[in-house]
Every structure is written in structure tokens, then in C-alpha cells.
């Protein structure tokens, strides 16, 4: 590197100078990790005939990506540490630009697979390093709205992503690939010269057992609730998978709790107003995945809509969910994070039930318009949360916080999935065997399956109300030591 870069890099700049154009350059650093996270889930079966293979080895596109993004996120609080974050930022985004250009150029299934593992890497840690240099870099007053605008980015990206690559795919799936890289360039070469730089400690030593603890366990969990459905309780994967992963989760707690530097400071957790958000987070997070996963398939199956209509169908509630989040971070100090929260997951409890009501008839206005007032709901309750726990840690802190928060977010949400597509299929075969074999009774099988999957939703969403009153409780009682 040469040294009129490394200058560049190293040179802090003030937070009122570049506050927007920083910002900007993390939503958009962000929006790129996210695209790649979710977009090929709608288009994943088109490969099989790009690459005359089987769905086994496709899925292992999606899946080997996954298991590289739960892997690596808990390394980010070290990262960011050990070299800046603004250095791990940028080194992030360059990876996930040049193993883009990589995929593109895939030869075979087994070059595309191995070029996605590596770009899971990067993608799994920018969210977290994005998220901790928000803290470690924007005024206090002005971290709810620099939240919102972080979030959307990410949600953004989980909108329009399976639209547009189900549209690429059947242009020229290349450009899956590709229609990241100008983005993520015109990032770098920004990001360079004006994100600010935060101080490194050269001291910070990687602990290695935590790594590898952390990585057998997400590893081994990710791949049990994954597949589930296809190994059956029963089966011998199942078991060495559970016990693996669950030995290894409680090892590591151990660890990290006696080791004096650990990979991610777990005694975070005494705090209970980022104890009470995480929780909360984890929960709003799987309601918010399962729409996006069992929606698409009830479109596709049902109405046999396209992947890019599917996403047209979603548009609206992505312009809703902007507004949402902007609101919430606009008037997050006005109204506090129990309200915003507490309105949020209301709405998403009675959407999220609306769907385990879905018919055969139910037409594409109704399923537009719930899709809207959900994610309205979502926009006014994830950013508050994400910030109220984010704001309770020191501000040093922020790098293990943010790791904390999106590592379990990433293992909790596919662990998640993997049960609601379990359901899914085992109320499928209870559905099917009460019905007749003829094709409506097959389709209305299927519909009943989904809400049954939501259902269980929007029983797990109920919880979220309980806990955001803790949130208010909290705030009070710091107002009243103020």
C-alpha cells in the first residue's frame, strides 16, 4: 500500500464535516453486503440448468455463503479493534467487489460455490463493522436517524434484491453478479477520503479458542436447523450436529468469560437495556425473515407469479418501510425506543396473523397492502431497538456490541427458518393426507401449511410487547438519576 494511501486512510476527519457523505458511503457499503446475502434465494433453481447440475449442489451456493457469514461475524469486535474500522470497512468492501467480479466468472457449480464461500466472508463481517463505526463516529443526537438510514439500507437490499436478480437471471445471469460492482467502486474511492478514522489498538491479540469455538458452534447449528426437514430428528447428523453445537456454544460462553480478552465480551449481557434490545431484535427479526421467505412461495405457488413480479409486488412496502424508518429515527429522543417499539410490533403481530389467513382467493391487492403495513411496523420497530442497545454500551464497546447483535441475528434467523421450513412441510403432509389428490386440494393444502408458519409467527411476536415495556422502564429510571 502506498504511503499517500495510507495517509488517506489514517486521516481522522471531523464528524460534522462528512457526517452525510460518510453516511452515505456505509448505506451503500451495507446495501452491497445485503444484496449479495439474499439474492439469489429466488433464483437459486435457475442454475441447475446455467450449470447442468443438480438442486444438491446448487443449494450449496446459498448455503456454503450462509455458513461463511455466521462463521465470521463474531471476528468483526476484533477487527475493528486491531486495524479500524474504516480500514475493515473498506478492506470488506473490496473483497465483496472482487469476488463479485469472480462469480461472475464462475466456470462450473463448483468454482461459483467456492467464490460465494469467500464472499460470504466479507459480507458477514461489513454489517457489523458498518454498524459499530456509526457509534464510534456520529454525535449521540444524531444516531437514531444515522441508524434508520443504515437499516434501511439493509432492508432495502433484502427488498429489491431477489426482483433483480430473478429479472438478470433471465438476461444474462452474469449481471447477478456484476450490477454491485460500480456501487461498491464509486464506495471505496469515497470512502477513502472521507470516512473518519477511529483509533487502533495494536495491543488487541485474536482469541483463537473463542474463534474456534464460535465457528464449530455457528457451524454446527447452522447446518442442523438447515436441514432439518431432510435429516429428520431421528437420523445420526442430527444428533452429532446438536450436540456439537450445543457443547460448543456453552464451552465458549465459559471461555469468554474467563479468558481476559476475549473475542466478544459477553459481560455485555449484565447491561439489561442491551440484554432487553438484543432480545427483542432476535424476535422482530425472525417474524421479519419468515415473511420474506414464506410470502414469495405462497405468490409463486399459488398466484404462479414470477420472481421479478413477486418483487414489484413488494415495491410498495419497501416505500413504506423508507418512511418508517425515517420516522423512527427522526422522532426516536420525542417518543423513546418502548413506544416506537411497542406501535412496531403491534402492527407486525396483527399482519403477520392476517397472513395465517391467506385463501386460495385472496387476491394480490390485499396480500400489496399487508405487505405494506408490515413493513411499516418493521421500520418502526427494529431501528429503535437496534439503537437503544446499542446506545446503553460505552462507546469502546460498540465493535462487540454490533458483533454480538448481527452474529446472533445471522445464527438465530437461518436456525429460525430452518424450524419454520420444518413446520412448513411436516403441517404440509398433515394437510395433503386430510385432503383429496385432486389439484385445488393440493393448492389449498399448501396455503393452510403457510399459515400455519405464520401463525407461529405471530405467537413468537407477542413476546416482543412484554419486553419493550422493560425498555421504557429503563429509560425512565436513567431520566430519574439525570
Known sequence: MSAGLTEKLNKPLSVKQSFWPALATLFFGSFVGMYHVVSLNV???????????????????VTGFSLACGVIAPVSGYAGDRFGGKHVFLFCLSGITITSVLCALSWNIYALIAFRILQGIFCGLI?????????????TEK????????????????????????????????LIFLVTVPIGIVAIMIGIRILPSNPVNKETRLDRVGLALAALGSLSLLLLFGNIYTWGWQSAAFWICLVVGAGSAVWFVIHQLRTPAPLLQLRLFRNKTFTVSLIISLILSVALYSGIYFVPLYLAEIHALSSFHIGLLFLPGAACLTC???FSGRYYHKFGPALLVIVGSAILIMTTYMFSRLQL???LLTIMLIIAIRNTGTGLALTPVTNAGMMAVPKELSGHASA????????????????????????????QARSSDSEPSGLQAYTMSINDAF????????????????????RLARSKQN
Request: net charge positive; aromatic share 12%; glycine share 4%.
Open 43 to 61: 433464483s437459486l433453481p435457475g442454475f441447475i440448468d446455467i450449470f447442468q447440475t443438480d438442486l444438491g449442489k446448487v443449494q450449496w451456493i
Open 455 to 474: 401463525l407461529l409467527s405471530a405467537v413468537i411476536l407477542v413476546a416482543a410487547l412484554p419486553l419493550a415495556l422493560l425498555l421504557r422502564k429503563r
Open 404 to 431: 454480538l447483535i448481527n452474529w446472533l441475528r445471522q445464527v438465530f434467523s437461518a436456525m429460525a427458518l430452518g424450524l419454520f421450513t420444518s413446520l412448513f412441510y411436516a403441517r404440509l403432509a398433515v394437510h
Open 127 to 139: 454489517q457489523p463493522v458498518s454498524l459499530a463505526m456509526i457509534y464510534r463516529t456520529v454525535p
Open 324 to 326: 418508517a424508518t425515517f
Open 143 to 174: 444516531q437514531p436517524i444515522a441508524v434508520s438510514i443504515w437499516s434501511f439500507s439493509t432492508i432495502l437490499g433484502t427488498a429489491l434484491a431477489p426482483s433483480v436478480s430473478g429479472w438478470l437471471q433471465d438476461y444474462d445471469w452474469h
Open 361 to 363: 382467493s385472496t387476491s
